[in-house]
């Protein structure tokens, strides 16, 4: 079955510096999709990026960067230089054929707190 | 581009009551998913729907239904509250069902049972 663990329950930091925020996920496909999410206290999630299993290229997309090992089933996210904007819960999340890749299974996210 | 709405944002209902949340998607999306985010059990999928069919079910018992309609709005209903369903509802829409095109969120549905 699919899981998705995300230990950091909380993180603070103080603002101006790197955070990064850890995801191991569990699936026995071998084509599946990664994800990652920001839920402000707003409450909707917000699409961060997407990564297949075919794709371990590290990206990075201004002051984010993330990291996929499919050798640690890690798919790491990091935020350079954080900003009290950037306090939310960060989810990651899973879809693999397993699922018809139609669900998301999500890890229990991990609240960042950034002070100023 | 409107987002995907969902009404109402909070809503206070007493157990044993049946509740109606609804979740307009993105113009043309015709995918609906919804989610249960609670403290204990986290983000959790209830079911999804694609031109009108009821496509997956994750595991929540028959209390919990839903259904689409033509123009790919969908509502989903709780019947006999509880405590525990206690939660926010979280609406998201795709174009098409695969993920790998991604799902939009909406801000959910707050609900609290009394």
């Known amino acids: 079955a699919q899981k998705v663990t995300q230990a950091q329950t909380e993180i603070s930091v103080v603002e101006k510096e790197d955070v990064t925020l850890d995801c191991v996920y569990e699936t026995r496909d071998t084509t599946y999709y990664l994800f990652w999410y920001k839920q402000p206290p707003s409450g909707e999630l917000v699409f961060l990026i997407r990564r297949n299993s075919f794709d371990e290229q590290n990206e990075i997309s201004g002051r984010y960067s993330w990291n996929f090992q499919k050798s640690t089933s890690s798919f790491n996210f990091t935020i350079t230089a954080s900003q009290v904007v950037d306090s939310a819960v960060y989810f990651c999340a899973l879809s693999d054929e397993y699922s018809g890749y139609s669900t998301l299974t999500f890890g229990k996210g991990t609240m960042l707190l950034v002070s100023p | 581009k409107a987002g995907v709405t969902q009404t109402p944002r909070y809503l206070i209902k007493t157990r044993g009551q049946q509740v109606t949340l609804s979740c307009s998607p993105i113009s043309g999306h015709r995918s609906v998913s919804w989610y249960q985010q609670t403290p204990g059990q986290g983000l959790q999928f209830l079911f999804e729907y694609f031109s009108e069919t009821q496509r997956n079910k994750g595991n929540f018992p028959g209390r919990f239904s839903g259904r689409q309609f033509s123009n790919s709005r969908s509502e989903m209903n709780v019947s006999t509250l509880e405590l525990g369903d206690s939660a926010l509802y979280l609406c998201?829409?795709?174009?098409?069902?695969?993920?790998?095109?991604?799902?939009?969120f909406g801000s959910g549905t707050r609900l609290t049972v009394v």
């Open positions: 998201a829409s795709s174009f098409l069902r695969k993920q790998n095109y991604g799902y939009t």
